[in-house]
């Protein structure tokens, strides 16, 4: 038997009907009574208690009808809630079945996470399966690697993604897995994380390779720095009834399909793991140092440009392509709908144009929008080094002309921050100049108590601090009787005491002081721990104007795996 369910809507809906009603009635019969005694008053009640019930029974009829529309919302929705609820139960019984035994793998590391959120999972993929081509999706574990050797780093400012599969004449997959952690600095390893994807189905294929890797970069794989994953089969619809477009035979057409679909698994996987994604292939060479200057071209574009959409930091295909995190999901789901019709760099494209133009403008003012939101680096800081194509029978001798491999040191990037000072600034050598590596910050003559301050965006534990005053032309310029004191996480933005005592009681603690030669060049102790903010304070008048040339703040990151 079914339970009777008490709808308070309906019920005080009917209890106003009958109301009105009642009312209406003993109304109409009273006015009909003082009629007959009053006679000339007979017609005008009449007709204004006629008008009243007319008007009366509109409002009634509308209210009801309000009240059916109402009721069928509330049964469709809570129709809705219950289908969803069920495939929901629906995921979660899949997803505690024992899964299908496969091939007996060495590698302890295999294992997939034991636990998983389902219910963002289940809106996850249930997003993605209604778009076309991608409703063979049955459940969170469609967008899970099938596998994995991995540490979890996350929290990370950098992920560079590399997917992979097999070459039929020549791989190119460890030169430039090499190249790539050759280039990093010790620092830049631990806050980047290198994910190659073996897009391969053939678990024995990825098995080996994996094995090789972890061969040929122990240190890497041990530390988190590189993980290596291969999707789920399931993941990747039928490739067999493509349409052949641009005249393209059907396996050209399957490969880049299948290509679109690697890179937004690739990109599903990735965006929860750093700040920033960049884009690389597995057949590239990279530039020495070029996280220091992605880095510093974040930096700059983030203040100049922050509506920023894609950064570029090579002319060619899907190469050294730079996104928000936070835009992958967007990112991948579009190239999800639309990876049978076009490859993926003409998609880019058109996202691109989705974003940004105006569909009444030419072709030329949407160039100009997107230029706005598509910005390249030169010089490249990547090369494509393969020939032969993972396209079977393809040989491909592109060449970014704009690469420059042996290039000067880049620039010293230091922790973003928000920069001030009561000096008196001198034209526009700027003190963010200085700190973005640019220009010199010049003032003039300082005053007791005038200060600089570098404001970090997040707590920087710092390991080394470098300030070098004067320059060649105006040796006389330096920082003299100025100390450097660090304000502890967790302080308050309180003012530094000018009493040493108060000082050594407070969350700000004495870093260093500038030498007599101008310079400031300390390393800090490891039980300072991380810091908001640094203070520079002038404790004495100065009889010249003052020239900071470099500003370098040396960080170190806590490992995260």
Not at 135 to 153: E, T
Not at 366 to 388: D, M, N, T
């Amino acid at each position: 038997a079914r339970m009777k369910v008490y709808h308070p809507r309906r019920n005080f809906i009917a209890a106003v009907v009958t109301f009105l009603l009642v009312f209406s009635f003993g109304y109409f019969m009273t006015v009909k009574r003082v009629s007959r005694t009053d006679g000339p008053i007979l017609f005008q009640t009449d007709s204004g208690v006629s008008q009243q019930l007319n008007e009366l029974e509109w409002r009634i009829k509308s209210a009801m009808a309000q009240s059916n529309e109402r009721s069928r919302d509330v049964v469709n929705l809570r129709s809705d809630i219950n289908n969803a609820i069920h495939r929901i139960d629906l995921s979660q019984e899949r997803l505690s079945r024992k899964p299908p035994q496969r091939a007996p793998s060495s590698l302890s590391q295999q294992q997939l996470p034991k636990t998983i959120n389902i219910s963002t999972r289940y809106l996850e993929q249930a997003s993605i399966q209604l778009l076309p081509g991608m409703g063979h999706l049955r459940g969170p574990h469609d967008l899970q690697p099938a596998f994995q050797i991995s540490k979890r780093r996350q929290g990370v400012s950098l992920a560079i993604g590399i997917p992979t599969i097999k070459r039929d004449v020549q791989t190119y997959l460890m030169d430039t897995i090499e190249s790539v952690i050759k280039s990093l600095s010790e620092e830049e390893k631990q806050d980047v994380v290198i994910i190659l994807m073996i897009a391969e189905f053939d678990l024995q294929y990825v098995e080996t390779v994996a094995k090789s890797i972890e061969s040929k970069f122990p240190v890497e794989v041990d530390s988190g720095l590189l993980e290596v994953m291969s999707p789920s089969m399931s993941f990747y619809p039928s490739l067999d009834d493509l349409k052949l477009t641009f005249g393209d035979d059907k396996g050209r057409v399957q490969w880049r399909t299948k290509q679109n679909l690697d890179y937004a698994f690739m990109m599903l996987f990735a965006r929860d793991k750093s700040r920033y994604y960049l884009q690389l292939e597995d057949d590239v060479l990279s530039t020495p140092g070029f996280v220091t200057r992605v880095s510093a071209f974040i930096q700059e574009k983030d203040k100049l440009k922050p509506d920023w959409l894609l950064l570029e930091f090579s002319a060619l295909g899907f190469i050294g392509k730079l996104f928000r995190s936070s835009d992958l999901h967007t990112l991948s789901t579009f190239f999800l709908m639309f990876h049978k019709d076009k490859p993926i760099d003409w998609l880019l494209d058109h996202f691109l144009f989705v974003k940004v133009c105006h569909p009444e403008h030419d072709m030329k003012a949407c160039g100009l929008e997107k230029a706005k939101v598509r910005i390249r680096y030169k010089p490249s800081l990547f090369q494509h080094i393969g020939q032969h194509s993972s396209l079977k029978g393809k040989i491909q001798k592109l060449k970014d002309k704009d690469f420059k491999q042996n290039l000067p040191p880049p620039p010293f990037v230091n922790p973003p921050a928000r920069v001030s000072t009561t000096l008196e600034v001198y034209q526009q050598h700027t003190l963010d100049q200085v700190y973005l590596s640019r220009d010199i910050f010049w003032a003039m003559t300082p005053k007791k108590g005038n200060t600089i301050d570098f404001v970090f965006e997040k707590p920087v534990v710092l390991t080394k601090l470098v300030i070098l005053s004067g320059n060649s032309q105006h040796p006389g310029d330096i920082c003299t009787n100025v100390t450097v004191d660090g304000e502890r996480d967790g302080s308050s933005r309180e003012v530094l005491p000018v009493n040493p005592d108060e000082l050594k009681a407070s969350t700000w603690i004495r870093l260093c002081e500038f030498d007599k030669t101008g310079n400031a060049v300390c390393d800090v102790h490891g039980t300072v721990g991380p810091l908001n903010s640094l203070k520079l304070t002038f404790t004495y008048e100065a009889k010249a104007w003052v020239i900071i040339r470099q500003v370098n703040f040396h960080s170190s990151k806590p490992r995260t795996s």
